[in-house]
């Protein structure tokens, strides 16, 4: 091990912040700080983009949701399913339209279709109502949830 001798051993050293590691270390970490820095400041605008970025998408969501379906697209006496939004809206009757969570009560499978005056449910069989939701067939033993549906000029929305 080497040793440093001091040329005057009766001055004491000034203490410094970095009195602990030597001038390259010291500015190294000045450097990693300022870069830091900026990072965190790059963030924080990234940050703000990205809050505006999930308002815009629950906005265009919001504006999906108002017009999901026209009522011209929905069959008297069946339905469609909207997988994305996860409805199911159907007509079983001649202007009267119904939605439903797409979302089978038996297992959480998204429901595949309408037909013959039912949802279908083709992971286990199940069989809903498009009047009500209810179970014709099981084994689902609890009814589809109903959504609330307005039919406007621009089309049908669902919440």
Not at 106 to 123: P, R, W, Y
Not at 125 to 138: L, M, N, P
């Amino acid at each position: 091990m080497a040793t440093v001798e001091r040329q005057d051993p009766t001055v004491e050293e000034a203490a410094t912040p970095f009195a602990c590691c030597g001038r390259r270390e010291a500015l190294r970490a000045a450097g990693v700080v300022a870069i830091a820095g900026a990072g965190l400041t790059a963030c924080g605008t990234d940050a703000g983009t990205a809050v505006d970025d999930v308002k815009d998408a629950a906005s265009s969501a919001a504006s999906a949701a108002q017009d999901l379906a026209k009522a011209a697209d929905i069959p008297v006496g069946g339905g469609k399913i909207f997988a994305d939004a996860k409805v199911v809206i159907t007509q079983p009757t001649d202007g009267d339209f119904k939605a439903f969570s797409a979302v089978c009560t038996h297992q959480g499978c998204t429901v595949t279709g309408v037909d013959g005056g039912t949802i279908n449910c083709s992971c286990h069989g199940s069989k809903f109502d498009i009047a009500t939701g209810e179970v014709k067939q099981g084994p689902a033993t609890s009814a589809l949830p109903a959504k609330s549906v307005t039919v406007g000029a621009d089309g049908i929305s669902v919440s």
